[in-house]
Structures are given as C-alpha cells and as structure tokens.
C-alpha cells in the first residue's frame, strides 16, 4: 500500500513540475507620445556629394508646405535647394513627407531627387543613396 500511495504521489508530483511557471504580465512600456498633426517640427537635411556635405535646417508646421535653399559662400556653385510637406501619422507618431530637391557642387557636379519617406521623430534617416551623393532627413519636434 505504501508503494501505491508513493506512485500516486510521484504522479501528482511530476505533472506539476514540469508545467511551465505563470508569467507575470509584461511591465507596462511607457505611451509613445505622438505629436499633433499641427506640430512644428525641425527638418533637418543634409547632401554629401564629391566636394563635401551641404547642410539646410527648417522650422516648419507639419502639413505645410516648406521651402529651403543654402548656397555656400565662397564655394561657386555649391547649393542645396530643397522643397517638402511634412505630415504627422496619428496611428504610429511617425513623420511622412514628400519632398523634391537640388544639390549642386559646381559645374556638372549636381543631383536632383524627388521621393517620399517615412521616417521615426528623431532618427536620421538616408534616402537618396546614388551617384557618389548621399542625402539623409532628420524630422524633430520643435521645442
């Protein structure tokens, strides 16, 4: 009797260790505060091509249309002209923009590029990657 009574017991037993151990629920991650679809923002935007980067900053209001042009003093030719709409996603907080732009070197050196990105507030991101020239956006809440 008392080796039935151990066989039940190690029975019991053995089911209940291998079950797995109850999970905890996970800790709560802080909220991704995502910015209104009328937030300013920073663009920042940056070409680097064959005689060096050239850099352009904005303040803009998301959802309108913007405008920037830097043309390098004592650097004949070298320019970046650049045109965008940047739109907050209200699902996800990221910045959308479409955007169209010119950079110049001098001479024959130049590059244009149209295209839209979806990028993370904060982040750098390339997006035109040809040619010798590398264009990367950066899009940030305005304080």
């Given at each position: ?5 151990a ?17 905890s ?64 996603n ?54």
């Amino acid at each position: 009797m008392k080796i039935a009574a151990a066989l039940l017991l190690l029975a019991l037993a053995l089911p209940a260790a291998a079950a797995p151990a109850p999970v905890s629920p996970p800790a709560a991650s802080p909220a991704k505060k995502v910015l209104s679809e009328n937030a300013d923002l920073i663009v920042s935007i940056t070409a680097a091509g064959p005689a060096g980067p050239i850099s352009s900053k904005a303040r803009v209001q998301a959802q309108s249309q913007f405008s920037t042009s830097r043309g390098l003093k004592g650097a004949a030719g070298k320019s970046l002209d650049f045109s965008g709409v940047p739109v907050i996603n209200p699902n996800n907080g990221k910045a959308r923009m479409e955007f169209k732009g010119r950079a110049s070197w001098g001479g024959e050196d130049f590059v244009e590029f149209t295209s839209a990105v979806e990028l993370e507030l904060g982040v750098e991101a390339v997006v035109y990657d040809s040619e010798g020239v590398t264009l990367t956006i950066t899009i940030v809440a305005a304080d």
